[in-house]
């Protein structure tokens, strides 16, 4: 059962480590804007879509 | 079906989504209304920025712009807005209104693809700012915002800095320590358990090490999460009475030095358990009750509407200054469409002020010269100059704000805190005999652990709960229907109020649906004259009127001219025509000046358009509902050319009161409330501003959440208007919702106490007991508010 201390001690180690990475967001301001990051991840990429915006004009 | 037939017949501006009447805005085989929107489209595609129009159909917005932009060369105006500058790169904040799709975001986003001196930009998209990270050395910031208005998105730039209030205004400490207290209760709660299911032989051993590390974690709990009871708690003893905060420091204390006590002289498990799960509830409630709208400001004054700069002439040269640099005895130059900022004389030039901001009244006021024009007016005309007589501090509008006899918000009691008093003398008498009599009975150590249990089983923390969690509900509700009230707080001042006061223009009529008339006869070919001249202006009235003539072909219009805020003329057809308010050229042929739009053609009238705001739907009915149980009353800044008709909609009892200043609102108001009133004032313009301050719930109708607000409680979109009574209704539920979970708690702890003050309370019981409690009060706040929006029929 000695195991125990050590796993114990890994738990609460674990929790800093997650509580640590919340403050470093919060304090960062990674969550001051929650919708706009859903939106332009959505947004394609450049290269293809110009070309075919460009050939579109041409027409 | 209509729809459908409406777009075969018509054609839509590829850019903003407009009627198109005619074909001359084309490019690249796309039709736009104007010259604005084709432009904004050709600098698009000049630089590959067509997607655009990919990610939405016509996401742009008509717009005309004719905002001056010298100030922004100012280098004292520029550090005022600028949030960092460095040796070639400056970061900016702009909150641009116009911000309204996902293509806004791409767009903005891409601004380096128009000008490569621009390095980022990043949009925030609810609260409509975008950081632009640019070379100062290559892009002046004045480059800068006509290359956002060349594409159509205008910063809006104002006295009170709406970007920087908000930066202010972001408190991270209580995310932080709700983290915390999440953390610290997440793993008490771990070493807890063994306890709560009866330790084995085996697991004794590990009994003191879950006690010091619980310990361990109650000490943060105690001092850095709950660090604000105890210095409101403090304070609130200094000014010799009691709050909430109050017995719940106690609380806490006691819990902590009960904790820390049981495990350093190892007679128990101590309340670590009790202690974090307290605070972190607590915690949540006070976030509940501090969460606001993000996108709406609730704060916003005369400085919102006042530009950052305005024109002054020294030695006859044009100077942009600071709006707080104006001094007495300065010369202003405005110009059409600008606002004056400080009470001045005017000097030279024909002033026709616009001065719907101050009174309310929607025709412009002709001043002569040597007259004092009150700062918030709008010129609308030719450029005037003007001698400053007051600063902008001072100045006639912006007294409103600097009134000193507003009531004090601070005497705004709750329920919460109303009770509290009664709470904490009740818990304490318990306290102290259960203690005397253990004393008596020479128990020493049943005392102490009496004393202590009955303050920890009576804990008001349903109380601290109850009423952000019932308030919030509400407030969820409310938001559905367009009612936005600033905080949970607001909710309690709605339910207790008893008197409601309108103003008229803006809040009873809407000027979306604004209906256009015609007085006089015109025929077909006329009509086409005229409608040809009206299509060449991009005011508001002329679109309006344009709408209304519904005339598909135009005859060719030379010689156009607008003159800013008298009119339009041009020759249409060999003919001159005149469209517009002008005195001398209505005497000219022989006509009294009358107001609307006043039609000539070749010297000969024809007739008027007027324009009609609309009255909001179903007043009648939100009337009567109201007078059951409100006294209801009537400002106006406008003089009294609709008392028939307002008679119809309120009957003799409710006072209607026309010609009010904005000072004499306020007046009104606080008159009221002497009278022992609790008033709710419901206004729109900076004209009412005075008066909802003033009130005790101040509410601001809007047709668009997105305009700019007079500073309130609460913002109600104009269309859910007539839900009002439903709202009180609400709201007085809701502090009977509270009242009931009040009882509820009281209930509980009756129980808890009847364990306590035997000294036999063990830590599972109050553990237990604690979250039993608490979950029940959430559950029943929550279903309560949700029965009661129903029956108020506001759910959905």
Redesign the interface.
């Known amino acids: 059962m000695n195991i125990l201390y050590f796993l114990v001690g890994c738990s609460v180690l674990m929790a800093l480590i997650f509580l640590g990475a919340f403050i470093w967001a919060a304090k960062t301001g990674q969550n001051d804007d929650v919708y706009t990051p859903g939106v332009r991840i959505l947004f394609d990429d450049e290269p293809e879509e110009e070309k075919s915006e460009e050939d579109h004009f041409s027409s | 079906m209509k729809n459908q037939q409406q777009t075969t017949t018509y054609t839509i501006c590829y850019h903003c989504g407009e009627e198109v009447t005619d074909h001359i805005h084309r490019l ?1 085989d796309k039709d736009f209304c104007c010259a604005g929107c084709k432009g904004v489209y050709q600098i698009l ?1 000049e630089n ?1 920025l ?2 655009y129009y ?2 939405n159909h016509n996401p742009g917005q008509r717009f005309n712009h004719d905002t001056r932009l010298e100030y922004l060369d100012e280098p004292q105006i520029i550090n005022q807005l600028i949030d960092y500058t460095g040796k070639e790169s400056s970061i900016i904040t702009f909150y641009i209104p116009g911000i309204q799709c ?1 293509s806004c ?2 767009l903005l ?1 891409h601004l380096y693809k128009i000008n490569p001196a621009i390095f980022s930009s ?6 409509k700012q975008v950081t632009i990270t640019f070379n100062h050395t290559e892009i002046p910031l004045r480059k800068l915002v006509e290359t956002l208005i060349q594409i159509g998105y205008e910063p809006l730039i104002s006295l009170q800095d709406v970007v920087k209030e908000h930066q202010k205004a ?1 408190d ?1 400490g209580l ?2 320590k709700i ?2 207290a999440g ?1 610290l209760m ?2 008490v709660m ?2 807890s358990f063994p306890e709560y299911f009866g330790l084995s032989g ?1 697991e004794k ?2 009994q003191v ?1 879950f006690g010091w ?1 619980n310990l361990a974690f109650s000490i943060p709990a105690a001092f850095y999460c709950g660090k604000d009871y105890f210095i409101s708690a403090l304070t609130s003893l200094k000014h010799k009475h009691v709050n909430l905060d109050t017995p719940l420091a106690l609380i806490i204390a006691v819990l902590f030095s009960r904790t820390a006590f049981e495990v350093i002289f190892s007679t128990g498990p101590g309340f670590a358990d009790t202690l974090t799960g307290l605070v972190f509830l607590l915690l949540m409630g006070k976030w509940l009750k501090q969460r606001t709208y993000n996108h709406i400001s609730f704060d916003r004054d005369y400085r919102s509407y006042f530009p950052i700069a305005v024109t002054t002439l020294i030695n006859g040269l044009e100077k942009p200054v600071s709006i707080n640099d104006v001094k007495i005895g300065d010369r202003l130059w405005i110009r059409n469409g600008e606002l004056l900022p400080a009470d001045a004389i005017l000097m030279k030039g024909d002033a026709w002020m616009d001065m719907s901001f101050v009174t309310g009244e929607s025709e412009p006021v002709h001043k002569v010269l040597g007259e004092i024009i009150y700062a918030g007016g709008r010129q609308t005309g030719e450029a005037i100059e003007l001698e400053v007589i007051k600063p902008v501090s001072q100045s006639y509008l912006t007294g409103l704000w600097n009134h000193d006899h507003y009531k004090n918000n601070v005497q705004k009691q709750n329920f919460n805190d109303s009770i509290a008093k009664y709470f904490s003398l009740a818990v304490f008498t318990i306290a102290f005999s259960a203690t005397a009599y253990w004393l008596l009975q020479h128990d020493s150590h049943k005392a102490w652990s009496a004393f202590t249990a009955v303050i920890i089983v009576a804990c008001p923390c349903v109380l601290a709960l109850s009423t952000p969690f019932t308030l919030s509900a509400i407030l969820s509700v409310f938001d559905k229907k367009g009612f936005y009230v600033k905080n949970t707080d607001a909710v309690e001042q709605l339910a207790k109020c008893d008197a409601v006061v309108f103003d008229k223009t803006g809040t009873l009529t809407t000027t979306r649906n604004a209906q256009v008339y015609f007085n006089g006869e015109m025929d077909d070919h006329e009509k086409k004259i005229v409608a040809s001249l009206f299509r060449n202006s991009a005011h508001p009235l002329s679109r309006h009127i344009l709408k209304e003539l519904k005339t598909s072909d135009f005859f060719q219009v030379k010689n156009y001219k607008e003159i800013p805020g008298k009119g339009l003329s041009a020759t249409v057809n060999g003919l001159n025509v005149y469209a517009g308010s002008l005195s001398s050229k209505l005497k000219a042929v022989g006509h009294q000046p009358s107001s609307g739009v006043n039609v000539v053609i070749d010297d000969v009238y024809i007739g008027n358009f007027v324009i009609e705001q609309e009255w909001r739907p179903q007043l009648n009915v939100l009337i009567a509902q109201l007078n059951r149980s409100f006294d209801v009353q009537l400002l106006s800044g406008d003089t009294n050319k609709d008392e028939r008709h307002l008679r119809t909609i309120f009957p003799e009892k409710n006072q209607i009161r026309f010609r009010q200043s904005p000072h004499e609102k306020l007046d009104a108001i606080s008159a009221l409330q002497d009278s022992g009133r609790a008033v709710m004032m419901l206004g729109d313009g900076l004209n009412d501003a005075g008066a909802l301050k003033q009130s005790d719930f101040g509410i601001a109708i809007t047709d668009d959440i997105n305009n700019f607000t007079p500073g309130c409680d609460a913002i109600l979109k104009g269309d859910s208007l007539s839900l009002l009574p439903n709202f009180i209704g609400l709201s007085k539920d809701g502090i009977k919702i509270i009242k009931a979970s009040f009882a509820i708690a009281t209930a509980y702890n009756f129980i808890g106490i009847y364990y306590a003050v035997q000294g036999t309370l063990y830590p599972l019981v109050a553990a237990v007991l604690m979250p039993i409690s608490t979950v029940t009060i959430i559950c029943f706040t929550t279903f309560a508010t949700r029965i009661l929006a129903r029956k108020n029929k506001l759910f959905t």
């Open positions: 690249d595609s590959n067509c997607n990919a990610y996902s975001i791409w986003e990043r949009i925030d998209f609810i609260r972001l991270k995310i932080l983290a915390v953390f997440g793993n771990l070493f085996l051993q590990f090490l590390l």
